[in-house]
Every structure is written in structure tokens, then in C-alpha cells.
């Protein structure tokens, strides 16, 4: 299974299947389109959360040859550095959220007086 095939959406659960369907307006995407939404996006997205989007990735990363482990020791410098900064991004959106939704749980376990 290559990163240009349809993504196997047949093998998702009802849930994660009508938010694909969703976000790409109906169409059934390719693991690539799929892949290249980064994990922030993809929690913006109704009816994903972390464990539809830990179920949604399990799916794109079961290619035996994945294309970004089989061109990274070929890759520029600068473009590695890229895709850091934008990993880096991503995680800081991430810790961001958590904080969000700790907080607000904090706060309504907190008696208001």
C-alpha cells in the first residue's frame, strides 16, 4: 500500500470514517492527504479526538515503507530544520489544548463561593 492509495476507510470505525468524509467534503482521500494533516488539525475536526485520531494514525502508519523514513538521509539540512520547527509547532498547539482542558476541569471540580 502506497502514500498515493485510498485511504482504507472501509477498515475505520463509523465515527472516524464520517469525520474523514467530512473533512474532504465527501471524497474518499489518499493515505497522503490523510497523513499530511497534522494532529492539531485533525483534533479541530468534530468527532476527533485522541483516541479517533490515535485510531486514524495507527491507519496511516501501517505502510511497510513509509516515504519520509526512506528519503530523511537524503534530506537538505534546511528542510529537515523545517519539518522540526513544524513538529515543534504542532506539540506546543498540543500541550496548549491539554493545558486548556486541565484547567477547565480544575476549575469546575473547584468549589465556587
Known amino acids: 500500500m502506497g502514500l498515493d492509495d485510498p485511504f482504507p476507510i472501509e477498515k475505520c470505525s463509523g465515527r472516524v470514517r464520517g469525520a474523514i468524509l467530512a473533512e474532504f467534503q465527501g471524497r474518499c482521500p489518499t493515505i497522503r492527504e490523510v497523513a499530511s494533516i497534522s494532529d492539531a488539525q485533525w483534533l479541530t475536526v468534530p468527532n476527533i479526538g485522541p483516541t479517533t485520531l490515535e485510531e486514524l494514525r495507527s491507519m496511516t502508519q501501517q505502510l511497510p515503507n513509509r516515504a519520509d523514513a526512506a528519503i530523511a538521509p537524503d534530506m ?18 498540543l500541550v496548549g489544548e491539554i493545558r486548556t482542558r486541565l484547567n477547565m476541569t480544575s476549575s469546575r471540580r473547584s468549589p465556587h463561593r
Open 76 to 93: 537538505p539540512d534546511q528542510e529537515i530544520l523545517s519539518r522540526l520547527n513544524r513538529l515543534q509547532r504542532e506539540l506546543n498547539i
